[in-house]
């Protein structure tokens, strides 16, 4: 589908979480298997879990061959011991539909329900996911117990919000898929010529005479056409959410109170979540950053920013996270009690009004025995326990954050349709990555304290950026000319715009646009360029005001990956290559923008800044501080980017401060603040133990 363009693709109505975060405070808890368990242990668990401060657990996910051990059997008996279980001690239950896992004997009657991979194999049951999205038996089959599911248990008190599958994400490339991709491709495109024109069939002699020659892109002997891929992907994601709904819809049926969600996955590759918002009640993430990462906490804000993004500013919910290790790497490092508590309070610090984990009790058996729960094998008296308890508590402190926004001035611009078809195959260079530019860019702001939203490009161009300062482009391949407009009228309204390298260079159909690039982009940027060049491994050195003139040439900074052959009209130049290929050529430019509203001293004009290659942090920290600083936006602390790893973030009335580092943060703060959780008192300066976490509020405020 062409992406839809209103604002309404945020998430809808949030009443029904609004309602339920009014009633619970922060929702903590995390996913509950009760099925693998006994009688006995399940009053063992629904009592620990009064004790950690669990308010909410996510039950029924995997449970479908225990509904539905036969075709058209339906076993709930023990479902309704726990639900009357967890009600009576209070404990809100998000009742998954479980169709996430069929069970075995669907594929054995129906095999057309399994999934395909590119190379034609079709997986089996033993794992999960083990569905076709397209499979019309399977969505029969799953639409079915979902609606006995929901008609059962609407009514039950202890179920206070509906979960949709799990991390939908399967892809598939069998028939019946590809029947779905041609269906989808007619809708798109109407005519088998149109669809030509798009994928440009020209080239490599793939010209279609008619739309059952089409293919998803299965396994073939050399490139895949970059128009197919992207279509394939935009089609496996418009699939999986049509899972999402018709779910959905099913339950809307019967309840059309309690809020319907999914675990979404962060950056995920295969789903394009702006698409997905708007049909969630709550926007809710499942995030396991690495312990082994020194970036993932800036990574995590990152992801973060995005769910508070997806759902307009509202707040959203941290579905899934672990408490210690995870087990699916190759190599899992542990995560200590303190960090797990840090990485809870972060997503509240960024807008989640509800922390929960996978999950509630360790499996002792399989796939995942080895992952970490909130209650571990060894029990309710282990370290990881007593920190799961600790969280609770402090969550229960945080009850007046509930409902309170993130606001920020910074915008920076993502979206999944240009991630993809910037990182098809057969381009410049595969090292520029999309996410690792977002990202770079994104933990110089996250250093100083700066809040940012992000935004879909499209989005930016209805909203015409209001309210934003800065604007962000650090990579976005495909750009709509309305887009392109939204960021020009941005700078003519005083912002700072600042362009990554390798933006705008494709249309919608992933067709290059021609004339110096960034074709719709130059005008505003006062540069073009006419070469894209990759860069030696070592990079290119690079000379100009942005460098400075103490820095010699050999073992200056150096630009990375990804060069351009630029030449300024209007720009200033800060940047340019010393040696080489494009030695003397532009690197990054500058170049003012008049205001439209026709106020016209220096200070108070818009700047457009062109960064046209991969540049080091301290250059790219450079840039961004020029484009903050003119646009008059700070961090929320002052001098925050002299402690490393030490994060702050305002939400409402609360400031949270959090020291990632592993030594003592003394931050200076000016005023008088308390902190919620230790109840100790500040005077301009708040002392952070490494680790340790700060939720200040102002003293008589
Ligand atoms: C995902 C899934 C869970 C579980 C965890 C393990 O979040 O949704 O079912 O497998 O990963 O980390």
């Known amino acids: 589908m062409p992406h839809e363009k209103s604002a309404t693709r945020r998430a809808g109505d949030l009443a029904g979480f609004a309602a339920l975060t009014a009633d619970l405070g922060l929702l903590y808890g995390g996913d509950y298997n009760p099925e693998q368990w006994d009688r006995r242990t399940w009053r063992e668990d629904i009592r620990l879990m009064a004790g950690a401060g669990v308010n909410l657990v996510t039950v029924g996910v995997f449970s479908w061959a225990r509904y539905e051990p036969r075709p058209g059997a339906r076993e709930f008996a023990w479902l309704d011991e726990v639900l009357d279980l967890l009600g009576a001690a209070g404990i809100a239950v998000d009742l998954a539909t479980p169709t996430a896992s069929p069970p075995p004997w669907l594929g054995r009657l129906h095999p057309d329900t399994l999934p395909v991979d590119a190379d034609g194999v079709r997986l089996v049951a033993g794992s999960r996911n083990q569905f076709s999205p397209a499979s ?96 394939f992907r935009r089609y496996s994601s418009d699939q999986l959410r049509t899972l999402y709904r018709e779910q959905r819809d099913v339950i809307r049926a019967v309840d059309p109170e309690r809020p319907v969600t999914t675990n979404l996955m962060g950056f995920f590759a295969l789903a394009d979540y702006w698409s997905w918002a708007r049909d969630l009640d709550v926007v809710a993430d499942d995030a396991y950053p690495d312990p082994g990462d020194p970036r993932s906490p800036a990574d995590a804000a990152l992801t973060a920013d995005l769910m508070r993004s997806l759902g307009g500013g509202r707040p959203w919910m941290l579905m899934e996270a672990a408490v210690g290790a995870v087990s699916w790497r190759d190599h899992n490092l542990p995560r200590s009690p303190e960090r797990s508590r840090r990485e809870a309070l972060q997503a509240v610090a960024h807008g989640a009004d509800g922390v ?52 920020a001035r910074v915008v920076a611009l993502f979206d999944w349709e240009s991630w993809w078809a910037a990182e098809e195959q057969a381009r410049p260079t595969g090292r520029l990555r999309t996410l690792d530019v977002l990202r770079a860019w994104y933990r110089v702001l996250w250093d100083a304290g700066v809040a940012v939203d992000l935004v879909h490009p499209d989005d930016l161009a209805i909203t015409g950026s209001a309210g934003y300062d800065v604007v962000l482009v650090p990579q976005s391949y495909l750009l709509s000319p309305e887009a392109a407009d939204a960021l020009g009228r941005a700078a003519s309204r005083g912002a700072s715009v600042v362009v990554g390298c390798f933006t705008g260079v494709a249309d919608r159909d992933a067709h290059v646009r021609t004339g110096r690039f960034p074709v719709l982009l130059a005008d505003l940027l006062g540069v073009s360029g006419e070469e894209w060049a990759a860069l030696p491994d070592a990079g290119v050195p690079l000379a100009g005001p942005l460098v400075g003139p103490d820095e010699p040439a050999d073992a200056g900074p150096r630009a990375h990956v990804l060069g351009e052959l630029l030449r300024t009209d209007g720009a200033e130049v800060l940047a340019s290559y010393a040696v080489g290929h494009l030695a003397g050529a532009p690197a990054v430019t500058r170049r003012r923008v008049p205001r439209s509203d026709g106020v016209a001293t220096a200070a108070d004009a818009g700047c457009a800044w062109y960064v046209g290659t991969v540049l080091p942090e301290p250059l790219l920290r450079r840039v961004l501080a020029d484009a903050c600083e003119r646009a008059g936006v700070s961090g929320v602390v002052p001098g925050l980017a002299d402690l490393p790893d030490v994060e702050a973030v305002r939400r409402g009335d609360h400031l949270f401060v959090l020291n990632h580092s592993g030594a003592a943060a003394h931050v200076r703060i000016p005023g008088e603040h308390s902190d919620v959780l230790s109840g100790s008192v500040f005077t301009d300066l708040v002392d952070v133990p490494a680790g340790d976490v700060v939720v200040l509020t102002e003293r008589n405020a």
């Not at 399977?138 to 117990?145: C, D």
Request: hydrophobic share 40%.
């Open 356 to 407: 929960c984990y996978f999950q509630w009790r360790a499996s002792r058996a399989g796939a995942e025995r080895f992952h970490s729960a909130m209650l571990p094998h060894a029990g309710a008296d282990t370290r990881v326990h007593a920190g799961v308890v600790r969280v609770g508590g402090d969550l229960a402190r945080l009850r007046d954050v509930v409902g309170q926004r993130v606001p």
């Open 136 to 231: 019309r038996v399977y969505r029969e089959h799953a639409l079915a117990i979902t609606r006995d599911l929901v008609e059962r248990y609407a009514g039950h008190p202890a179920v206070r919000m509906w979960h949709v599958g799990n991390e939908l994400g399967q892809v598939c490339y069998g028939d019946e898929s590809a029947a779905a991709f041609r269906r989808w491709l007619r809708a798109r495109y109407g005519t088998v010529e149109a669809l030509n024109e798009a994928w440009a069939t020209t080239v490599w002699s793939q010209q279609y005479a008619s739309f059952d020659e089409v293919l998803p892109p299965r396994r073939m002997p050399y490139h895949v056409n970059p128009s197919q891929s992207l279509d």
